[in-house]
C-alpha cells in the first residue's frame, strides 16, 4: 500500500513539474518587417539583431520559440490580445509603457531618418512644406511624440502623409517619385544606401530605445530572464550581443563607437537641427509679420498722442453730493429726497443709486412708472414744457430740467418738506448747478471717447503679442466682476476697466522679437519682458487724478505677489494696490484657462485650483474667495470673447 501512495506522488510531482516546464517551454515571439532588427529571410525564416538574441537564450533556458510575423499595428493587436507572449524590436515611450511591460536593459538605440527621391531637393525641415511624405503605420517616428509629424507642426510646417502597412512597399513608391519624402528608422534605411534613386537627407530625429514588450503579467519573469542575459553579454565584448552588432553595423571587428556616444550625438545634431529650423521659421515669421507691425506701432504713436491730448474730468459723484449737502442748507432742512431721472426712449428712469438721496434709492434703474413717483413726476411734467429748461415749482416739489447728452433730456426731482420761498434766489443756485453740471456732462463724454482710446490702445498691445487674441477684453470683464463683488463705486470699476485694458502697456517697449518669441523664454529675455511695468508712462499725466493713479498701481504692481515674491518691487501683502491684486488674479486666470505658444489651455476646474493653491502666496486670500465666489461668471463672460482661431 504505501509503495503504491508513493508510486502516485511521484507521478503527480512528475506531471506537475511537465506542465510547468512545458509552460515555459512554448514561447509565441511577435515580430514584424524591420530588417536588420527582426524580420524574416527569403525561405520564411525569421532572423535580424533581436531574433538571434532570442534564440540564444531560449537555448540556454530550453525555451521553445515560435515565431508570428505581421505588419506593426497587427503585431501590436496580437500581443494585446494575447496571440504572442513578447514582441521583439519595440520603441520605448511613455505611453506605450502604461500599456505594456518593457524590459529593463536597453538593447539597441535608433533614430528617425528622412529620405527623398533623387529628384526632389530636401535639405532642411522647412523644405518639407507642402511635401507627400510616406510613413508606417504606427510607427514611431511618424506620430511619436518627437515623430515628423509633431516636429513638423510644431514648427507650423504642412505636410501631406501617405500610410503604408509596410516598409518595403513605402521605399518602392518613394523610388518611383509616388511620394516625395519617406520616413523610416535610420538602420532599416541604410539597406538602400547607394540606390540609384533614393538619396539620404541630413534630417534625423527622434532617438530611441529599443527593446522587448509583453501585455501579460505573468510573462514578466520572461523578461527578467532577458535582461540578466543582455546585461551580462553587454559586459563581455566577446559575446554574441557584440557579434551581432558588428554584422548589424557592417563593423566586421573594426572599433566601433560606443552605443551611448552615438545615442548622445543624434541627440545633440536632432536639438542643432531644430535650433535651426527654428531660426529659419522664426524669420520668415518676421518677414511676413514686418509690415503689419510697422502699421500697428505707426497707430500705437497716433493713440497715445490722442490720450495725452485728452483732458477727462469725472466728477458727477462729487457734484451729486455737494448739490444734495447745499439744498439742505439752502432749505434750512435734514430730509430731502433728490433724484435724477433719466429719458431713455418715451420713458423715464431713475438713475443710479450714486444719483439718488432718499428713500428711493432702492428703485435706482427702474422705471419711473414703477416707482412710488410715478403719480407725482407724470402730473409735474404734464405742467411743464420739455423743450425749456425753464425750473418748476409746486408747493415743495421742484422739477430741474437738464441735458444729460446731445440727445437724451433729464429732470432732477427735489422734494423737502419746506416750501422755497425765494425761488429766483434758487433758480440762480440751480443756474449755477447746471452750468457745472453740463460742463461735467460734457468732459464726461470725452472721457468715454478717451475711453474707448484706451481700450483701443489695450486692443493693439495684444496685436502685437500674438499669442493673447482677446486678451483685454477678457481681463477687463473679469476685473468689472471682482470690482462689483468687492464694492467698487461705479465712477471706480470704470477707471478699473481702463486700468485693466492697458495693464500690459509697457509691451510697447518690448522688442518685437521677444514679445513674439515662439518658445520658453531665456533668463535674459524674461527680464526684459519685466521691463513692462517699470518704465515711465508720462502719457497719463493729463487724465484725471483718480484714473491716472489707478493706471499706475496696475500696470506697475500687477506682477506683485502676496508673499512679496513678485516684481517689480516686492511688495507684500496690504503694500500692493487693491486694483493691481485683483488685476493678478484675473490676468493669472486668464493666462492659465486659454492657449499660450509655450502651453496648452488648462481646464477650468485646474485653473480655480491653481488660483486656490497659490491663496496667500501669489494672491490675496480674500480676493481669492471672492473669486471662487463669482468664478463660473468669469468663465462665461471668458467664453464671450474667445480667441481669434477658435
Known amino acids: 500500500m504505501k509503495a503504491k501512495i508513493m508510486l502516485i506522488i511521484v507521478l503527480m ?19 514584424y518587417p524591420n530588417e536588420p532588427l527582426v524580420g524574416e529571410n527569403d525561405n520564411g525564416e525569421a532572423e535580424g539583431f533581436f531574433v538571434a538574441l532570442m534564440n540564444y537564450i531560449a537555448e540556454k533556458e530550453e525555451w521553445h520559440i515560435t515565431y508570428e510575423l505581421d505588419y506593426l499595428d497587427q503585431s501590436f493587436e496580437k500581443v494585446d490580445n494575447e496571440e504572442t507572449d513578447l514582441m521583439l524590436a519595440v520603441a520605448h515611450t511613455e505611453s506605450r509603457a502604461e500599456k505594456y511591460y518593457y524590459n529593463d536593459e536597453v538593447i539597441y538605440t535608433n533614430w528617425g531618418q528622412v529620405y527623398t527621391n533623387r529628384h526632389q531637393e530636401i535639405s532642411s525641415f522647412t523644405s518639407l512644406e507642402g511635401k507627400t511624405i510616406g510613413v508606417e503605420k504606427g510607427d514611431i517616428h511618424y506620430t511619436g511624440v518627437h515623430g515628423i509629424k509633431n516636429t513638423l507642426e510644431s514648427f507650423n510646417i504642412h505636410a501631406y502623409y501617405v500610410e503604408y502597412d509596410g516598409r518595403e512597399k513605402l521605399m518602392e513608391d518613394l523610388a518611383d517619385n509616388i511620394v516625395e519624402a519617406a520616413v523610416v ?14 538619396h539620404t537627407t541630413p534630417l534625423q530625429f527622434n532617438p530611441i530605445k529599443i527593446k522587448i514588450i509583453t501585455c501579460e503579467a505573468e510573462n514578466k519573469w520572461m523578461l527578467d530572464v532577458i535582461d540578466e542575459y543582455i546585461s551580462t553579454l553587454k559586459a563581455d565584448e566577446r559575446s554574441i550581443y557584440y557579434k551581432e552588432l558588428d554584422v548589424l553595423v557592417g563593423m566586421d571587428g573594426k572599433e566601433m563607437i560606443p552605443e551611448e556616444v552615438r545615442y548622445m550625438l543624434v541627440l545633440l ?38 490720450i495725452t491730448a485728452l483732458n477727462g474730468i469725472s466728477g458727477m459723484e462729487q457734484l451729486f453730493g455737494v448739490l444734495v449737502q447745499q439744498l439742505k442748507e439752502l432749505m434750512g432742512t435734514e430730509e430731502l429726497t433728490l433724484v435724477s431721472l433719466l429719458k431713455e426712449g418715451n420713458c423715464y428712469y431713475l438713475d443710479a443709486d450714486a ?11 427702474t422705471s419711473v412708472d414703477e416707482s412710488p413717483l410715478a403719480e407725482t413726476f407724470n402730473e409735474l411734467l404734464d405742467k411743464v414744457d420739455e423743450r425749456s429748461l425753464e425750473v418748476y415749482f409746486q408747493d415743495y416739489k421742484i422739477l430741474v430740467p437738464y441735458d444729460s447728452s446731445r440727445e437724451t433730456r433729464g429732470y432732477l426731482y427735489i422734494e423737502c418738506d419746506t416750501c422755497i420761498n425765494e425761488q429766483e434766489l434758487f433758480k440762480l443756485y440751480m443756474a449755477n448747478i447746471m452750468v457745472n453740471l453740463k460742463v461735467i456732462i460734457h468732459n464726461i463724454l470725452k472721457n ?13 498691445i495684444e496685436k502685437r503679442d500674438k499669442s493673447v487674441a482677446n486678451h483685454v477684453k477678457r481681463v477687463s470683464e ?23 485694458s492697458v495693464h500690459d502697456i509697457g509691451k510697447i517697449y518690448v522688442p518685437d522679437e521677444i514679445l513674439n518669441y515662439p518658445g520658453k523664454l531665456s533668463p535674459e529675455q524674461f527680464d526684459i519682458i519685466k521691463t513692462h511695468a517699470t518704465d515711465d508712462f508720462s502719457i497719463f499725466d493729463n487724465v484725471n487724478d483718480q484714473l491716472s493713479s489707478m493706471v499706475h498701481d496696475v500696470v506697475r504692481h500687477h506682477h506683485e505677489n502676496w508673499d512679496g515674491t513678485g516684481y517689480p518691487e516686492g511688495l507684500k501683502g496690504q503694500e500692493i494696490p487693491h486694483v493691481a491684486r485683483i488685476v493678478s488674479v484675473i490676468d493669472v486666470f486668464e493666462a492659465l484657462t486659454h492657449v499660450r505658444p509655450y502651453k496648452k489651455p488648462w481646464t477650468y476646474d485646474e485653473a480655480c485650483r491653481f488660483i486656490k493653491e497659490n491663496s496667500d502666496k501669489k494672491f490675496d486670500p480674500t480676493l481669492v474667495d471672492i473669486f471662487m465666489e463669482h468664478s463660473t461668471e468669469i468663465q462665461s ?8 482661431n477658435q
Do not use: W
Open 478 to 500: 473679469g476685473c468689472r466682476i471682482m470690482a462689483r463683488a468687492c464694492d467698487y463705486k461705479n465712477e471706480a470699476i470704470d477707471n478699473l476697466i481702463i486700468a485693466s
Open 448 to 460: 468715454k471717447e478717451q475711453t474707448k482710446l484706451f481700450i483701443a490702445l489695450g486692443e493693439l
Open 637 to 644: 463672460v471668458f467664453q464671450q470673447f474667445p480667441d481669434q
Open 355 to 365: 444719483y439718488i438721496e432718499g428713500p428711493l434709492k432702492d428703485f435706482a434703474g
Open 13 to 31: 510531482v512528475l506531471l506537475i513539474q511537465g506542465s510547468v516546464y512545458a509552460e515555459h517551454e512554448n514561447v509565441t515571439v511577435g515580430i
Open 185 to 198: 528608422s535610420r538602420l532599416y534605411g541604410e539597406g538602400y544606401e547607394g540606390h540609384q534613386e533614393i
Open 269 to 306: 545634431m536632432t536639438a542643432l537641427l531644430a535650433a535651426v529650423v527654428a531660426i529659419i521659421v522664426y524669420k520668415k515669421m518676421i518677414r511676413q509679420r514686418d509690415a503689419d507691425i510697422q502699421k500697428q506701432n505707426q497707430r500705437l504713436r497716433e493713440i497715445i498722442a490722442d
